[in-house]
């Protein structure tokens, strides 16, 4: 492994899952890159939310919300990351998450990607397609998932 990619979110498992990819990429003298993705919709809600502000002068970008999402990553991976002797880059990215994961790994010529994987029913699947699931299809290299 030269190069990792490790998917920031917000929930323990994900947390718990940034550190391991953070150790086992100090072991082996590689890099790790830290991605956090801002989708679609939330960027659209947030984007909603703060125009529903009366005198707000001001609006929510795309560049704004790619800021936060690479600020976002920062953050995990300053807390989680504490101790474990291995640099990292944080990355933001805006819209389809496994579209952006994966363009993410390729771009950065990450040969790892680390993922928490979302419990869903059979249903949610079919109808909300599994990120999870595209990645480890799609991916041409080693996907280590955690689920909660």
Do not use: W
């Not at 640099?87 to 993410?104: C, F, H, K, N, P």
């Amino acid at each position: 492994m030269k190069r990792a990619l490790a998917v920031v979110e917000a929930s323990e498992s994900a947390k718990e899952l940034v550190r391991e990819a953070g150790e086992l990429a100090a072991g082996v003298g590689a890099e790790l890159v830290l991605l956090h993705v801002t989708t679609n919709e939330e960027y659209e809600e947030t984007r909603t939310s703060l125009e529903r502000i009366p005198n707000l002068e001001s609006s929510y970008t795309a560049g704004q919300a790619l800021e936060g999402a690479r600020q976002f990553a920062r953050d995990i991976g300053r807390e989680v990351l504490d101790g474990v002797d291995v640099e990292y880059d944080a990355v933001g990215r805006v819209g389809d998450e496994r579209d952006q994961i994966l363009d993410s790994a390729d771009d950065l010529d990450c040969d790892h990607v680390f993922l928490a994987g979302r419990k869903r029913s059979p249903t949610g699947k079919a109808l909300f397609g599994d990120r999870t699931q595209a990645v480890i299809l799609d991916f041409d290299g080693a996907v280590t998932v955690v689920t909660e």
